[in-house]
């Protein structure tokens, strides 16, 4: 629907989602859950494959209780031991008869401490000797390649690193997918550089184990953009491995680690492609400011998108973290992308049972719309991988038995309508918009292109409510440009937002076929909606619309010559 942003522009606001529930008996809540649906849930679950689900019996367990996509973090690891891991999950699902999609998550642009490890018995690499730190200690990073690290002196891989950080900065040192249980989280206060050391002072005391991973957190106090590193997207170590599990098994999903921009994604997709990994889909990481501010345009070329909370959370302020998990939800679920969010139960690394605020927080994430959930240390190192996923599964299937699937459809319906107008109308009025100025005044005789409108930007502003509002916060912190989201008189988005209902675009042939097909599936009360397809777009459609029921997908062959 249309609304007015504090600058007077126009957006389009996405209806809050609401949930009813049958009966207000907590009788009714509190009486457990049948398991009449077996391990099936709508939210799919993605589970990291290290020392604790290696093996075949684990990986069955897992199987059985609800993953259906299995990780490969090539941060960590050895390409022998993820090689190792893939097999036994291959023969776990010939043993399980159930199918499980494989997704690599890269390295990227991670930085990290340069220490010693040791390969343990199952080809695990390990780091023997923690370190301990204390609160008030000055501990010195240091860019120079021939310091070895030891109890206060850390190397860093990232060989600039002295040249982007300033005295004040905060640099968050932390184990490679630490979680709420582990003392292994570090946060120095920069002092002061000299040439390659930077002096720091810790925060708080904590003993470094494992892996671990580097995070600038910069002052920012004045912008919302801040100093990125000059890594590359894909390392060399990325395109090896990619390259070489690529020919030996079947990957589905390339999880690209610090997706800054569009041409990311573009990048990405062309190294696939030049490869022969045609097929295989691009998951952006969400996991920097940066990737907020070029979020639109991350979303319009990648396949899904994945909420990195750990990474986003330590670059957010912590109020704004969940006005910004929802603002990506509610992005992603307009344009029927699948989303994904990491970091539901920390705790579950060293414990049976989530906490309640663990439980309930995977539960607002399903009834806020989204399609997956990955775990990372609560499977890869933790003690009860088999229990998360049976955990998260169950938590997942009770929402959604509440989750209200006909508001859902009907502020699917209205979006896309306006959104596929937009599309068509972008097309067709194309030369009208570029004489245009913001004003609505003809400039045909101006042919400088200052006043162009740009009908993607257009569709951009319909999708999401102000970004100023969740990230700038009471500072008023300003948007750069490209990023505002408000419609000027005479643009596309303000006649769209303007036109009324009986002004609405019709919808593609294909999203019609889709979205009939859930609404009848519905009225009818069908248990299972049946998709034949050759590409997966129309059952991508047909979920984006969330249906009650089941969607059994059945791949019609394409026959190459």
Request: charged share 20%; glycine share 8%.
């Amino acid at each position: 629907m249309a609304g007015k942003s504090k600058s007077g522009g126009v957006t389009y606001r996405t209806k809050a989602k609401q949930h009813f529930f049958r009966s207000l008996d907590l009788n009714d809540v509190i009486t457990p859950a049948d398991d009449d649906q077996g391990a099936f849930t709508g939210t799919k679950l993605v589970c990291s494959l290290g020392p604790s689900s290696h093996t075949v019996p684990v990986l069955e367990a897992m199987l059985n209780a609800g993953m259906v996509a299995a990780r490969i973090d090539l941060t960590w690891g050895g390409l022998d031991f993820h090689r190792k891991s893939l097999q036994a999950l291959n023969e776990a699902m010939t043993n399980t008869k159930k199918l499980c999609a494989i997704t690599l998550d890269t390295l990227g642009r991670e930085m990290m401490v340069r220490r010693p490890c040791v390969f343990g018995e199952d080809g695990w690499p390990l780091h023997p000797d923690p370190v301990e730190v204390q609160a008030g200690q000055i501990v010195m990073l240091t860019t120079r390649q021939d310091v070895e690290a030891h109890d206060n002196v850390f190397p860093v891989t990232y060989p600039h690193l002295h040249m982007m950080v300033e005295p004040g900065d905060t640099i968050y040192i932390g184990r490679y997918l630490v979680s709420g249980s582990d003392s292994a989280s570090l946060y120095l206060e920069v002092l002061e550089t000299d040439d390659q050391d930077i002096k720091c002072q810790a925060q708080n005391s904590a003993t470094m184990d494992g892996l671990m991973t580097v995070f600038h957190m910069e002052r920012s106090n004045d912008s919302l953009l801040n100093l990125q590193n000059n890594l590359p997207l894909l390392s060399d170590y990325d395109q090896e491995a990619i390259k070489a599990l690529g020919a030996e098994f079947e990957i589905d999903f390339v999880n690209l680690a610090f997706t800054r921009t569009r041409e990311d994604v573009q990048e990405a997709r062309t190294f696939l492609d030049s490869i022969g990994l045609t097929g295989c889909r691009v998951l952006a990481k969400i996991e920097t400011r940066q990737s907020l501010l070029n979020f639109r345009g991350i979303l319009s070329l990648a396949d899904g998108v994945i909420v990195s909370r750990g990474n986003i959370g330590l670059d957010v302020a912590p109020e704004k973290m969940a006005l910004v998990q929802k603002q990506l939800i509610s992005n992603c679920n307009l344009l029927g992308k699948p989303v994904l969010i990491t970091r539901v139960v920390d705790s579950m690394v060293t414990n049976p049972r989530p906490t309640r605020a663990e439980a309930t927080d995977i539960a607002n994430a399903v009834l806020d719309g989204t399609d997956g959930i990955l775990l990372g240390a609560e499977t890869l190192r933790g003690a009860y991988p088999v229990e998360a996923v049976s955990t998260i599964a169950q938590i997942c299937r009770v929402a959604e038995r509440v989750f209200d699937s006909a508001t859902h459809y009907e502020t699917l319906m209205e979006a896309t309508q306006v959104l596929d107008g937009a599309s068509k109308v972008g097309t067709q009025s194309a030369t009208l918009l570029h004489h245009t100025n913001g004003n609505g005044v003809d400039n045909r005789d101006d042919l400088s292109g200052s006043s162009r409108t740009n009908s993607e930007d257009d569709v951009q502003a319909l999708s999401i409510d102000s970004y100023q509002d969740t990230f700038a916060g009471p500072k008023g912190h300003n948007m750069p440009s490209r990023t505002a989201t408000t419609a000027s008189a005479g643009s596309l988005a303000y006649a769209l937002a303007n036109s009324g209902p009986h002004r609405l675009q019709p919808l593609s042939k294909l999203e019609s076929l889709a979205s009939s097909a859930v609404r009848a599936a519905g009225k009818v009360d069908a248990d299972m909606i049946i998709v034949y397809t050759a590409t997966g777009r129309t059952a991508q459609l047909v979920a984006k619309y969330r249906p009650p029921m089941p969607i059994l997908t059945l791949v019609v062959p394409r026959l190459v010559n």
